[in-house]
């Protein structure tokens, strides 16, 4: 066991025990806010035939350089239309939107360019070779056209019926289970004795995890208690991926899930070099991941986004640009003090907003690590490195939360 690593050291240890997943194949329908599996080559060209981008009149266009051109209407081509038609030098074949271009014709006339004459329409605009959709423009039959790792949104699900596909290889979201420890927690909404709390951080990790393209699956409380811990860790086990515990990592003696980690369990990390959220640990438990996360509601949090949310992402391959996350890196200007901490990296919350096209950055005051509200407030993190205080001032490097 490692004992206070670095966030970076954190993530490659944990990446030594993969969050293990499957495929299934779903219908596009059921497909939304699913995360590719495979990656996907269109099975067509698309376009799929030079197509008009809109209603007018497929034309020569060498037939109408002169204003008021007076060109033979040879017929009409609509959407979907298969008759094989010719237009010859002098005439014009009425088209519709996405119906194919017919022989010898290289461009399109607006509808509101022209007048209709009995059998003769006049042309007063111009013809426009670029209103005609190439076949393959778009992508070519064998092209990629999605890549693995995208959290499928409409668009990502109309490309797959474009190209094919009625139905797409998706992961299986995996299960997730989520335990929260301590004689002092009270479920919301039951009546509260002398010296117990509402628990919030379990609520707060069943959203973390389904935004993370896993299904949460929320045990209930764990009293402090060794045999019930490990009577839920088992059950965890068999039923589920991986398992994240809130609480009872630190040095207390009432710290159980350390405790039984290390006694029964294979711990790989205990103590991340972070602030807030220095206490969590990683390990197994039969083979099952398990994360150790702090009780501090912040604390929680903040070690679910350092370590968790890159270890799932590496884990299930997901695109680091559409595939799931909870946030941005991205650089802000400090406009007040933000403290650091000498030997770790410290992510302390910050309200971030756009002012003369730079991203800024105010640190309020109220930084505890049991101050919840907080993470409501504010909408980033810093990420100080260690020994590094930020100055009013100082562009830094900071996580926006999405």
């Known amino acids: 066991m490692k004992v206070g690593v670095s966030v970076e050291q954190a993530i490659t240890l944990a990446n030594q025990n993969p969050l293990l997943f499957e495929t299934e194949i779903r219908n596009l329908s059921d497909s939304h806010n699913m ?121 990502h699900i109309a490309m797959a019926a474009m190209m094919g596909y009625a139905k797409i290889p998706v992961i299986k979201p995996p299960k997730i289970a989520i335990i929260g420890t301590g004689d002092e927690l009270i479920e919301p909404g039951q009546p509260l004795k002398s010296g117990q709390i509402y ?19 929320k045990f209930p409380f764990v009293t402090d208690d060794l045999n019930s811990l490990r009577n839920v860790f088992d059950l965890a086990a068999s039923q589920c991926d991986a398992i994240l515990t809130s609480g009872g990592v630190s040095m207390g003696e009432w710290d159980l899930v350390r405790r ?39 604390s929680s949090q903040i070690v679910f986004l350092s370590i968790v949310v890159p270890w799932i992402s590496n884990s299930c391959g997901y695109d680091s640009i559409q595939g799931p996350k909870l946030f941005d890196k991205v650089k802000v200007k400090l406009l007040n003090a933000a403290k650091g901490t000498g030997n770790k990296i410290t992510l302390r919350r910050i309200q971030i907003r756009g002012q003369d096209d730079n991203l800024v950055a105010e640190v309020p005051e109220n930084q505890g690590s049991g101050n919840l509200r907080s993470m409501i407030d504010c909408n980033g993190l810093t990420l100080l490195p260690c020994g590094i205080d930020g100055k009013p001032g100082d562009i830094i490097d900071a996580l926006w939360l999405r």
């Open 35 to 155: 995360v590719l599996a495979t990656s996907l080559e269109s099975k067509v060209d698309d376009p799929r035939f030079d197509n008009s981008a809109m209603d007018g009149w497929a034309v020569k266009e060498a037939d109408c350089i002169n204003p008021n051109s007076k060109l033979e209407i040879i017929g009409t081509i609509p959407a979907g239309s298969s008759e094989q038609i010719e237009v010859k030098q002098g005439q014009a074949c009425r088209i519709m939107t996405g119906a194919p271009i017919p022989l010898g014709a290289d461009s399109i006339v607006m509808i509101e360019d022209s007048v209709v004459e009995g059998e003769i329409v006049s042309i007063n605009g111009p013809a426009r070779p670029h209103f005609i959709r190439k076949q393959g423009e778009n992508i070519t039959k064998g092209e990629i056209g999605l890549e693995s790792g995208l959290k499928l949104k409409p668009s």
């Open 199 to 217: 628990e919030s951080n379990t609520t707060a990790l069943v959203g973390l995890v389904s935004e993370m393209g896993c299904e949460p699956v």
């Open 260 to 298: 039984l980690m290390e006694e029964e369990g294979e711990v790989k990390f205990w103590k991340v070099l972070v602030k807030p959220g220095g206490p969590p640990l990683f390990g197994t438990w039969k083979n099952t991941p398990l994360f150790g996360l702090p009780g501090n509601p912040v």
